[in-house]
Nanobody
Framework: QVQLVESGGGLVQAGGSLRLSCAASGRVFSSYTTGWFRQAPGKEREFVAA????????SYADFVKGRFAISRDDAKKTVYLQMNNLKPEDTAVYYCAATVKFITGRPYEYDSWGQGTQVTVSS
């Protein structure tokens, strides 16, 4: 497993942008698919985006397509989530996760998780 630490969350107005970072330590990070999930109060954790090892394949939830972009820098052992045109419904705790499986949006297939970072979008 790898250890993951998210950062970059905060309070932003609707239409604004944030960039989340997920810094990894431990085993060879480049071997892991990495995903972002989010959980709003009273709701289940949901898939946001994922990027394969090597970065050649990405996947996005429909509700973020065209607004969010996931990327990775294996030299820095960091994955990013650039979030543009944020909406109040994007308010949630955002989690970074890693898996040795190929790209997937299923939370139970990820075995390493960060502690989460809060994103709040005001209207």
């Amino acid at each position: 497993q790898v250890q993951l630490v998210e950062s970059g969350g905060g309070l932003v107005q609707a239409g604004g942008s944030l960039r989340l970072s997920c810094a990894a330590s431990g085993r060879v990070f480049s071997s892991y698919t990495t995903g972002w999930f989010r959980q709003a109060p009273g709701k289940e954790r949901e898939f946001v985006a994922a990027i394969s090892r090597g970065g050649g394949t990405t996947s996005y939830a429909d509700f973020v397509k065209g607004r969010f972009a996931i990327s990775r820098d294996d030299a820095k052992k960091t994955v990013y989530l650039q979030m543009n045109n944020l909406k109040p419904e994007d308010t949630a705790v955002y989690y970074c996760a890693a898996t040795v499986k190929f790209i997937t949006g299923r939370p139970y297939e990820y075995d390493s998780w960060g502690q989460g970072t809060q994103v709040t979008v005001s209207s």
